[in-house]
């Protein structure tokens, strides 16, 4: 079943109201912001990636999403499959760094042990607080669509971490992504919709015009790279960036550096221009889980 | 590395006051009491388990935590491995029916795919409200320990359901655990401790007793049997009964039925009696992560 008949579905089963719909990546409870997320061996990470890395992304991933809602991070709860003791360990060593860096603490979680061979299965699950929570709907017909930094830089690094050798920063943006919270914080209450990019900028824009019942026009021209990042299709069909995606009025000052990528008209889908030309749309948008 | 070794070095890392020192079965964040449990196809279920009772498992064994503080079910997150058609919808069928009959909306959650041939692993994350959440640390000397139920019931049932024949009724105490709710919601004021039975009565009353920095004594003859379970020392050992395990003065009455199996004292470790006769400790008390 893909994620989106799974999904659908869900919303036909009793739904709590701070589920929003199961429309968003966050759930509202309590005045708390809450996401989780898992990430598994061999599709969200390497199995050659440093366990370091791993706890690092696991966390920092979960952390984004409550970035995107502007919230001060409370802590986690992480579901953990016991197995090697180096592994573990080194685990452990980089989900010490994470949490200290992020100023996270650990709230609880649970250990299993998987059967003999079993991929790595990985939850955290994230609580935030006093979040402005912009919601993924809310863009208006007019309004600006921005990211914040550069795109494509974590496609690039997960190249270079199946090749062995490269630019040790873009590599860097693949295995330990830094969200980013304190512009969130001061994004979200200025912003009409806001999301962490995590699955593709082509992808993710398509899914907050979905969701606000807009169509969206980006201009691949405009899309930020990094140095030696050179397609900017390549780019904004990557996932990984857990750069920020928000909407707001092109007048609208902003607290915090971020480039104007595109733009919400009434209507529906995505149109790709470049240079003012129109660019047909790659057969994938970015990442879809069930897909694959 | 093992359970208590990855908990000991957890406890090492920034925690959060509300993860009590990582001692409990459940966090307390905002009003809310807080648990998180995972289920592994081969581990925690049969392969050949139908995926409904395996989405009715899954949600029970949380609530089951929830019931041990007396808190009022808020609702589930949800992380789920997209697979194929026919079991996905069948574990939609048993989410539609625990998640209706248990009073428990969905909150939120996150869909993702498994490599080929990979075991499933689910992940619920539980909330409830307004608990007393008496601690598993908070047995007093003389307390009597107390069961709800019948012990033993989801092993004999796991026997059960490997041979594929026998009584239905403790088949279902495996696949169908019904978590006590309305029972621990009755208990929690008036208990001096309290935790759900999943791992087996010895380990687990062993484990309030170390909390508690007591010693208990349980004796084998009192151990409520189901009809059909007839080895109480495999009955207390034997995990997945979902009961309350409490602690509670002996002269108090208490408000739903239960059955007193021990004693608090003074000092440290479990003993085990039968008509009043010392009994060896088996190898294992119950079931430990990281062990098999």
Same mark, same amino acid.
């Given at each position: 079943m893909t994620e989106a008949d799974f999904l659908a579905r869900l919303r036909t089963l009793p739904l709590h109201p701070g589920a929003q719909g199961l429309t968003d990546d966050t759930a509202?409870?309590?005045?708390? %912001?809450? %996401?989780?997320? *898992? @990430?598994?061996?061999?599709?969200?990470? @390497?199995?050659?990636?440093?366990?370091?890395?791993? /706890?690092?992304?696991?966390? /920092?991933t979960n952390l984004s999403d409550l970035a995107a809602k502007g919230a001060i991070v409370e802590g986690i709860l992480l579901? &953990?499959?016991?197995?090697?003791? %180096?592994?573990?360990?080194?685990?452990l060593d980089g989900l010490s760094e994470v949490l200290t860096e992020l100023d996270c603490?650990?709230?609880?979680?649970? *250990?299993v042990t998987l059967p003999a061979n079993a991929p790595r299965i990985l939850t955290v699950t994230a609580f935030g607080r006093d979040a402005p929570?912009?919601?993924?709907?809310?863009?208006?017909?007019?309004?600006? @669509? &921005?990211? *914040?930094?550069t795109i494509g830089d974590a496609g690039a690094g997960l /190249?270079?971490?199946?090749a062995g050798t490269g630019d040790p920063e873009l590599l860097a943006r693949y295995r330990r992504p830094v969200p980013r919270l304190a512009d969130g914080r001061a994004l979200a209450p200025r912003v009409n919709a806001m999301m962490d990019l995590s699955d593709g900028l082509l992808i993710d824009a398509s899914r907050m015009a979905a969701a606000s019942a807009l169509a969206v026009t980006i201009d691949l021209a405009a899309v930020p790279l990094a140095r030696g990042v050179s397609d900017?299709?390549?780019? /904004? %069909?990557?996932?990984?960036?857990?750069?920020?995606?928000?909407?707001?009025?092109?007048?609208?000052? @902003?607290?915090?550096?971020?480039?104007r990528v595109g733009t919400f008209t009434p209507g529906a889908g995505l149109t790709l221009t470049q240079d003012n030309r129109l660019i047909p749309l790659p057969a994938s948008l970015g990442y879809q889980h069930g897909l694959r």
């Open positions: 509202a409870l309590a005045g708390l %912001t809450i %996401t989780t997320d *898992t @990430l598994v061996e061999g599709i969200h990470f @390497l199995s050659a990636d440093p366990p370091q890395d791993v /706890a690092w992304k696991l966390v /920092a579901n &953990y499959p016991l197995g090697d003791e %180096t592994w573990d360990a080194a685990f603490p650990l709230l609880g979680g649970d *250990t929570a912009p919601p993924r709907s809310g863009a208006k017909a007019g309004d600006a @669509l &921005y990211v *914040t930094g /190249a270079i971490a199946r900017p299709l390549a780019a /904004a %069909t990557a996932g990984d960036d857990y750069e920020l995606l928000f909407a707001a009025p092109a007048d609208r000052a @902003l607290p915090v550096p971020a480039t």
